[in-house]
C-alpha cells in the first residue's frame, strides 16, 4: 500500500469537505469519512492518497476535545501519512470554551510527537489572506480584516474580535509562537524555533513559498502534525507537483439537473439569508422551522410536521428549503444557548428531516446548509462517507459529493458552510453545477445551433 500524502481531522463536515475538494480535484483521491471506518470500509478506499475524518470539534468544548479529538488523532496516526493536517475554519474563529483550536494543537503536538505545528490560514482560492500575522476575509466582493468582517466579528457564537492570529491564540493555549511574515518568507529567512510556526500566506507566490518550507523542510525535521485551514494543501500542492508525486488536474463531468432539491438549513449567516431568498425567487417552497421547537421537548412533532411540509412541496414536483433563519435578525441563539445541547440537537433534527425527504421523495441531490449544522445532521443520516462528485471552482469550499453508505448510499449531497457560496448556490446545486449564467449561455448556444 503506498503511504498517503496527507491526512486529516476536519473540526466540521463542511470544512472537512472543503480539504476533500481541494484534494480531489487535483487528481489525489481522497476519501473523507464521517466516523472511524471498520476494515470492510477502509478497503473500499484502499487505494486512496488522503483519508480524512469529519469531525465537530469546532462546536465543542476542550473536554470533549481531550477524548474525542485525542481518539481521533490516534486512528489518524495509524495511516502513517506523511502529514497530518487538524482543518480548522479559514476565519478562524474559536474561543477558549468553543472550538479552542490551541488545546487541539497541544492534543496533536502530543499525539504526533511533533517539535514544532506550522500553522497556514491564508488560502486566495477561498479569499482568505495573511499579512504580518494577521487575517483577512473576503465578505461581497470586499476583504475586510477579520475583526472589522461584517459577518465573523458578530458571528453568534464566536465572534473574532482579535485578527492577530497569535495574539488570538495566546488565549487558548500557553505553547510558546512563532511567527514567519511574507516577506521574510520571501526572502528566505529561517523561521525562529517555537511550538507553533505562524506561515504568512498572501498571493500565489507566499502560499507556493510556504508549501515547500512545510514540505521540504518542517516535515523533515519533524514537524508532521500541521494546523491550518484548506490553505495548508492549496499550499502542498505545488510542492507536490514539482516532486513528481501528482499529475494534471482531472476533468470531471456535470452530473446534470434534478428535478427536485431539498434543502435543510440552520445557518443564520447574511451570505445563507441571501441564498435561501433567491431560492425562493427561483421555483423552491419554502418552510420556515422554529429552531427552539425542534430541539425542545417537542421536537418529533416538530420534525414530523416538517417532512410532511417538505414531502407536499415534494410530491407536487417543487424544490424546497427548510430553515430555520433567514439571516441575523432572526437568530434565535439566545434561546437556544439556554441549553448547552440544544444546538447539537437542532443539527441531529434538520438531518433526520432530510433523510425522511430524501428517502421518501426518492431524491439523488440534497443540500445542508451550516458549518456545526451539517457536523450533526450527517450523522443522523447514517452517512458513513464522502467522496467528490464535483468541484465547484466559482464557489470553493462547497463541492457536490457523493454519500457512501446507510439508507441514503449513492446520494448526491453538498454541504455548505454559513459564509460559503454565490446568491444562487441553491439554484447551482439544482443544476448540477451550472450557475445561472452558464445556463443562459448553454440556452443561448443553443438557440443559436437550432
Known amino acids: 500500500m503506498t503511504r498517503p500524502l496527507i491526512s486529516y481531522y476536519g473540526d466540521d463536515f463542511t470544512g472537512s469537505t472543503d480539504v476533500m475538494e481541494a484534494l480531489a480535484s487535483h487528481g489525489i483521491e481522497t476519501v473523507l469519512f464521517l466516523q472511524e471506518p471498520d476494515e470492510a470500509l477502509m478497503q473500499r478506499f484502499a487505494g486512496a492518497r488522503a483519508y480524512g475524518l469529519a469531525g465537530t470539534s469546532r462546536s465543542q468544548s476542550p473536554n470533549w476535545m481531550e477524548t474525542h479529538l485525542r481518539t481521533g488523532f490516534q486512528w489518524l496516526k495509524t495511516l502513517n501519512a506523511e502529514l497530518c493536517h487538524y482543518k480548522v475554519c479559514s476565519t478562524f474563529d474559536s474561543s477558549v470554551e468553543m472550538g479552542n483550536i490551541g488545546r487541539a ?71 510558546s ?65 514539482a516532486a513528481g508525486l501528482i499529475g494534471e488536474k482531472p476533468v470531471f463531468e456535470a452530473p446534470g439537473p434534478v428535478d427536485r432539491l431539498a434543502v435543510v438549513s440552520g445557518s443564520v449567516s447574511p451570505t445563507t439569508e441571501r441564498q435561501i431568498r433567491h431560492a425562493l425567487s427561483d421555483g423552491f417552497d419554502g418552510v420556515a422551522l422554529d429552531p427552539v421547537a ?14 410532511s411540509a417538505g414531502l407536499s412541496s415534494l410530491e407536487a414536483g417543487r424544490s424546497v428549503v427548510l430553515y430555520t433563519a433567514l439571516g441575523p435578525e432572526a437568530d434565535r441563539g439566545a434561546a437556544l444557548d439556554q441549553s448547552g445541547t440544544a444546538r447539537h440537537r437542532l443539527g441531529r433534527a434538520l438531518g433526520r428531516i432530510q433523510v425522511e425527504l430524501v428517502s421518501r421523495a426518492g431524491l439523488s441531490r440534497a443540500v445542508v446548509a451550516g458549518g456545526d449544522t451539517s457536523s450533526h445532521a450527517l450523522g443522523e443520516m447514517g452517512i458513513a462517507a464522502l467522496t467528490l462528485k464535483l468541484p465547484l471552482p466559482q464557489t470553493p469550499g462547497s463541492p457536490l459529493c457523493v454519500a457512501h453508505g446507510g439508507p441514503v448510499d449513492g446520494l448526491q449531497i453538498a454541504l455548505k458552510g454559513g459564509q460559503v457560496g454565490n446568491d444562487d448556490y441553491f439554484s447551482m446545486i439544482r443544476a448540477g453545477g451550472f450557475s445561472a449564467t452558464d445556463q443562459k449561455h448553454m440556452i443561448e448556444r443553443s438557440g443559436t445551433a437550432a
Open 177 to 241: 509562537a512563532a511567527h514567519l511574515d511574507n516577506v521574510a518568507l520571501m526572502a528566505g529567512e529561517e523561521p525562529e524555533k517555537a511550538y507553533m510556526l505562524l506561515i504568512d500566506v498572501l498571493d500565489t507566490a507566499t502560499q507556493k513559498a510556504a508549501g515547500s518550507l512545510l514540505w521540504k523542510q518542517l516535515r523533515q525535521t519533524g514537524s508532521t502534525f500541521v494546523c491550518g485551514s484548506s490553505g495548508v494543501e492549496y499550499a502542498l500542492i505545488p510542492a507536490w507537483l
Open 105 to 175: 494543537i497541544e492534543i496533536g503536538r502530543a499525539v504526533f510527537g511533533a517539535k514544532t505545528v506550522p500553522l497556514i490560514v491564508g488560502a486566495p482560492q477561498i479569499r482568505r489572506y495573511t499579512a504580518f500575522g494577521e487575517l483577512f476575509a473576503a465578505y461581497q466582493g470586499r476583504n475586510y480584516r477579520i475583526d472589522r468582517h461584517p459577518v465573523m466579528s458578530r458571528h453568534p457564537v464566536t465572534p473574532m474580535k482579535e485578527a492577530n492570529i497569535l495574539r488570538h491564540l495566546a488565549h487558548q493555549t500557553s505553547l
Open 294 to 307: 425542534l430541539s425542545g421537548d417537542e421536537s418529533e412533532a416538530r420534525i414530523a410536521d416538517a417532512v
